[in-house]
């Protein structure tokens, strides 16, 4: 018998036992679907990580000199009294060293701490005030939806306009026009000149909730002691550009320090790396607990299937009889039943990835969690369900194919 | 009283050409559970082409084994089975199978048809093991359905035919092969005496057409239509005669 014609009478099977069908294929079923969704979070995550979080939230060729790293998981308590006794960074430090760098870069300074912004009777509390230089939107990635950006002339002046994040806008305004209208910021009237198209947000945080003003307005008070920075950051052209301009940032902080060869930084220089090194450390943890997970439900999958196929076996040994009395060799049998096994197997594993595409989208749509289907999870999801299909139908299609004839036929 | 074998065969020889069933001192005896059951005790029989012969004999008598045994279902414990030609008896397991597949066509008392198949799949399924292509096997089918007058019945599955159709279904399945023996296994057993009668006139009709039937029965009036009964007692033939059509 053909490969083809065992295909077809597996799926005709399958058709006529559909409720048998559909259970035995569970195990399969759950195990791709799990696969696919949960390699799609990971896939997703991944992505958000390397693209949008590298690229857009903190910089292509960025780093930043702060006192200490930004994102900083399982520190010791010694480290973090060490860090917090490290000196702050200072205006004067931030001039050292945009007069000091040989590369062309493109900088700016940034301090922010959270405050209430309100318009007459409105009110928006916890908003990321953050006193920045002009070039903050760029080296940053914000595009303005309506207004403009303030101009280094005003920067230098500390002139009080505001550039408002999305949520803010919505929050303050409705739907008037902001532009134009003075909003409140710790008791200080600023002009809104801008709102800064609109973010969603990073594993569930707000990435909209925010208000950029100038760098030495009158707000700079609200946010840093005078003179102090939280962040210098630096945007060169390309990666070699970047760390060049790194090594020269740590020779003049060094020397402005008074640092020995011997001593440490007392000071960080961030890049988007660091964020991502700690989700690399995730990730692979994921990928080996994910894998567990997957082969014990594929390994459960393919005992149901086990199970089933014997029990077919054993209501179709007249059947089975039936055929060898007509002429069916072992391996004809053999191939019967396997394909059986297989095409239950792949259908589960099909109906997998629908599902789990389905639950990919369904994550992506309901929690904050970036999930993005990765093909060769499909892939690799069909290909193990068919297996699993295959290994699971060996015993009891090599028992069916050894039944004798006779006593096959004798059966009720 | 036993007919004269038309050759005195011993072994070595090879059976005249027009004999398409020869056993020599057949036997098969079984292991049960440590006691050995000598079902057949040497069992030889002849059959020519177009014979129309009824295997009868008591239950124990050794008429299923030599029937398994024909039918390529079983292998001796000893002794030869020729088969249109060719020595069947120490083939092995596939090389019986395609042996059943190309030159027996089997009928079972119990029909044994596959309930979600048509009509015209049951009687397509030898040809599949026989490797014919799918237009090829369905017109083979069609033709052996007509054959037993079923032409207007291929597209019913066996619930939805009576006893007698479904017995029908599986001759043109046993015929479908153009086989050299048509092997039945109490063909009538589970029907009345009206469709049996129905069903002993197709076997007459493909005696005539040149068909060579070997039948298994208990029922005299069934093995009356036969033109030869073997009747078998305690693994032995106790008698061999031809009879008046």
């Known amino acids: ?412 | 009283m036993t007919l004269p074998l038309p050759q005195t065969f011993r072994t070595g020889d090879t059976p005249l050409p027009d004999i398409v069933i020869l056993t020599h001192k057949l036997t098969r005896a079984y292991d049960m559970g440590g006691e050995v059951v000598r079902a057949l005790q040497g069992v030889s029989i002849q059959i020519r082409k177009n014979e129309y012969v009824a295997v009868m004999g008591p239950s124990g008598s050794g008429k299923s084994t030599l029937m398994n045994l024909i039918g390529c279902l079983d292998t001796p414990t000893s002794g030869e089975y020729w088969l249109n030609g060719q020595k069947v008896s120490d083939l092995v397991d596939d090389e019986l199978a395609r042996i059943r597949n190309k030159e027996i066509g089997f009928v079972f008392q119990t029909f044994n048809l596959l309930p979600r198949a048509n009509a015209l799949h049951n009687v397509e399924l030898p040809l599949i093991y026989a490797g014919h292509g799918a237009r090829e096997r369905r017109a083979q089918a069609a033709r052996a359905l007509e054959r037993v007058g079923l032409g207007d019945r291929m597209e019913h599955r066996p619930n939805e035919l009576s006893g007698g159709q479904r017995q029908r279904v599986a001759i043109a399945r046993a015929l479908v092969n153009d086989p050299s023996i048509l092997l039945a296994d109490e063909p009538t057993g589970n029907l009345d005496s009206t469709t049996s009668a129905e069903i002993m006139a197709v076997f007459r009709d493909l005696h005539r057409q040149g068909q060579t039937i070997v039948m298994v029965t208990h029922e005299h009036d069934i093995a009356a239509h036969a033109a030869r009964v073997v009747t078998l007692r305690d693994g032995l033939i106790a008698s061999d005669q031809l009879q008046a059509a």
């Open chain 1, 1 to 412: 018998m053909p490969v083809f014609e065992a295909l077809r009478l597996a799926l005709q099977t399958i058709r006529a036992q559909k409720l048998k069908s559909g259970f035995s294929l569970l195990g399969v079923f759950i195990g791709v679907a799990s696969l696919i969704g949960a390699w799609s979070i990971v896939n997703g995550v991944n992505r958000y990580m390397t693209e949008k979080f590298a690229q857009t939230l903190f910089g292509v060729n960025t780093f930043q000199l702060r006192r200490r790293p930004i994102f900083t998981p399982n520190v010791p308590d010694s480290v973090w009294r060490a860090w917090a006794r490290r000196p702050r960074i200072r205006f004067s430090d931030a001039e050292a060293l945009s007069d000091g760098f040989t590369v062309p870069v493109v900088t700016a300074w940034q301090s922010s701490e959270n405050n209430t912004v309100s318009y007459r009777d409105k009110q928006a509390r916890d908003i990321e005030l953050t006193a920045a230089s002009e070039r903050y939107f760029e080296i940053k990635n914000l595009r303005l939806a309506t207004g403009r950006a303030f101009t280094a002339q005003e920067n230098r002046s500390g002139a009080a306009v505001a550039v408002l994040g999305d949520a803010v806008a919505q929050r303050l305004f409705v739907d008037r026009a902001p532009l134009g209208r003075n909003v409140r910021i710790g008791g200080m009237t600023y002009r809104v000149i801008g709102v800064v198209e609109k973010q969603g947000s990073v594993l569930g945080f707000p990435l909209d909730r925010f208000v950029v003003v100038p760098a030495l307005s009158p707000a700079q008070n609200l946010v840093n002691p005078p003179g102090i920075l939280d962040a210098f950051l630096v945007k060169a052209r390309t990666e070699p550009e970047m760390r060049l301009a790194m090594d020269q940032a740590e020779g003049i902080m060094r020397s402005r320090r008074h640092l020995r060869p011997r001593q440490d930084d007392n000071f960080a220089l961030d890049t988007s790396e660091g964020v991502q090194r700690f989700w690399a450390g995730i990730s692979r943890i994921l990928v080996v607990v994910l894998p567990g997970v997957v082969v014990v439900s594929l390994v459960i999958g393919g005992i149901v299937i086990m199970n089933i196929m014997l029990m077919s076996v054993a209501e179709r040994t007249r059947e089975i009889g039936l055929r060898k009395s007509l002429g069916a060799r072992r391996r004809d049998v053999l191939r019967q039943f396997l394909a059986e096994s297989a095409a239950i197997a792949t259908v589960g594993a099909a109906f997998g990835v629908v599902a789990g595409i389905a639950l990919t989208f369904l994550i992506a749509a309901a929690s904050p969690l970036p999930a993005s289907v990765s093909p060769v999870s499909i892939v690799l999801g069909v290909v193990m369900g068919a297996g699993v299909g295959v290994v699971a139908g060996v015993y009891p299609a090599s028992r069916a194919a050894r039944l004798d004839p006779i006593a096959a036929l004798r059966q009720e």
